[in-house]
């Protein structure tokens, strides 16, 4: 994702925004370890999050990128900043029993004065226990604060720009499907079918190249589809059971994750109770999503759907997507589920994810939408209903 996909004033708008947070939570210097955080930041874009990386945002002055030393030139290449605000630890201490590269880290900040109001992400993937421990030794534990999810909420409403990287992905994300309808086939092995549809996504469209999403496809049939988080196996596809795909076409490291569920052969009463109920729960999610709305709101247009029609469902049903990394394509911030009075925001975007699961099988159609006056509005043309091939 280069740093050049954005304006320079973006850049600076995304700092503005950061440090009013920090001055609310009395963060003076905030260590920014999640790479999706980083890469808003700053452009940042590698695959280097396996080791410690992080961006440092003092109060004032130029961020400074802070990771292994043969991943300096990238962040040369892919950020904005100056080669001068690009610090390296180490080579030799990348994964070493007896040195931690954050002992680094702490000669650093101590060298710059930056001892105490330490924000850091504690609730990360990305951020060790091993990494709190060392700088929780070495400047006391009242000096560090839980900064988590303080970057991941000045995301929430997107740009104009980042809208227009979003739609991409969505346009990559609906090539995917098209490949999937047409590709999916009785006898045919999952994993093969994967392929198909990852290679479509990545090989993208004329003037649109794909890259690798934070996610890899969840694609569970028949039972296994009672599991909501099931990927693929080699086993054939076969008639009687269905099949939901949740996918993303990814460009420059925006998502737009849609679901769609296929069945081969005539699907059964209640599967088409559940599609009708989905849909239905999509349509009144969407039009109820404007500004002023809150997530809780949406989520109820969901969940009453669904009671209409017999089911009931105890999960959350959307959650707001953007920019990231693997794990996860989720911002980690609100959720639409009840409790969370969170008021939506034209341009904050979200995966609407109405799926039903049950004992014997799951049915998964969702779309990616951006919040408007008018409603949500799709991300990305993907015929919603059931797609069903006889043979």
Sequence with gaps: MPASDFSAQEYADRLSKTRAAMAQRGIETLLVTDPSNMAWLTGYDGWSFYVPQMVILPATGSPLWWGRTQDKAGAAQTTWLAATDLLDWPEEHVQHPDHHPVDALVQELQERGWTSGLGVEMDNYYYSAASHRILDRAFGTSALTDATGLVNWQRAVKSDAEIGMMRKAGQLTAHMHEVLRETYRESMPKNQLVAEVQAAGIAGLPDLPGDYPAIVPIAPSGTEASASHITWNERQL??????????????????????????????????????????????????????????????????????????????????????????????????????????????????????????????????????????????????????????
């Design 238 to 391: 076969v008639r009687g059971e269905a099949t939901y795909f949740e996918i993303s076409g990814c460009y420059r490291r925006y998502h737009c994750p849609a679901s769609r569920s296929l069945f081969l052969g005539d699907p059964p009463g209640d599967i088409r109770r559940a599609e009708a109920a989905v849909l239905t729960a999509i349509d009144d999610a969407l039009t109820a999503a404007r500004p002023g709305t809150t997530c809780e709101e949406v989520a109820a247009r969901v969940y009453d759907s669904f009671a209409r029609a017999g089911y009931i469902k105890a999960n959350r049903t959307g959650y707001p997507i953007g920019l990231s990394y693997p794990p996860d394509w989720g911002e980690r911030t609100m959720s639409l589920r009840p409790g969370d009075t969170t008021e939506l925001q034209e341009n904050m975007t979200f995966h609407l994810m109405p799926g039903l699961w049950t004992a014997d099988w799951g049915l998964a159609i969702t779309e990616s939408f951006v919040v408007t006056a008018q409603g949500g509005q799709p991300l990305a043309d993907i015929p919603r209903e059931l797609v069903v091939k006889s043979a």
